[in-house]
Every structure is written in C-alpha cells, then in structure tokens.
C-alpha cells in the first residue's frame, strides 16, 4: 500500500509564505513525477507543479515566479515553496505521485489526503 502525507498547511496573510511537504511511503519501486494539484471551493481540482524524476518541472501559469518545487528522490519527498501568497492561492493542496510499485506493474497515481491553505487579504 503506498501512502502520500503531506503537511504544511495552514492560515497565512497575503505577501507571506508557506512550505508544504509530502512523503511517500510503502512499496515503492520507482517514481516517475511527484507534484501538488489544488483545489478551491467550487472549482475543479488544478495542476499546481508537477517535478519528473529527470528534472523537468511543470508550473501553472498563475504561480510561475512565486512557487518552487523540489524533490528528495532518497527519502521519497516533495516539497512545495510558496511565495508571496495570494487570496487566490487559497484551497486545498493535495500531494501527487505518478508511481510503480514493481518492476513490471504499470504507473498509477496515488493522492494524499489533501492539506488547506487559506490566505488571508
């Protein structure tokens, strides 16, 4: 079974900053992309930034500039480096794995159990 928990979130003023973090744990053979989508009242959930495990990243344009992602592929961990936080930017932040659990097992996406982030104007 393969788990993604992330941590981070929290209530922060417009201008300020936040890190949020998720770690992979189970049986995990190999990671393809770990990343962070968001989901907002009312919307549909929406890429934030995805990082593959040859170094490409992939950034929503309303966060390019303001966030950075980074992987730790040793420890299985991605971290998301918010900055100069918008009312916007406020949702539900849920961590994402594009994974295989063997050798032969095809990549599946597993999802964390999501972490609020709520900027305040």
């Known amino acids: 079974q393969v788990q993604l928990v992330e941590s981070g979130g929290d209530l922060v003023q417009a201008g300020g900053s936040l890190r949020l973090s998720c770690a992979a744990s189970?049986?995990?053979?190999?990671?393809?992309?770990m990343g962070w989508y968001r989901q907002a009242p009312g919307k549909q959930r929406e890429l934030v930034a995805v990082?593959?495990?040859?170094?490409?990243?992939n950034y929503a344009d309303s966060v390019k500039g303001r966030f950075i992602i980074s992987r730790d592929n040793a420890k299985n961990t991605v971290t998301l480096q918010m900055n100069s936080l918008k009312p916007e930017d406020t949702a539900v932040y849920y961590c994402?794995?594009?994974?295989?659990?063997?050798?032969?097992?095809?990549?599946?996406?597993?999802w964390g159990q999501g972490t609020q982030v709520t900027v305040s104007s």
């Open positions: 189970g049986i995990i053979f190999s990671i393809n992309a």
């Open positions: 990082l593959t495990s040859s170094g490409s990243t």
């Open positions: 994402y794995g594009s994974l295989r659990i063997g050798p032969s097992s095809r990549l599946n996406n597993y």
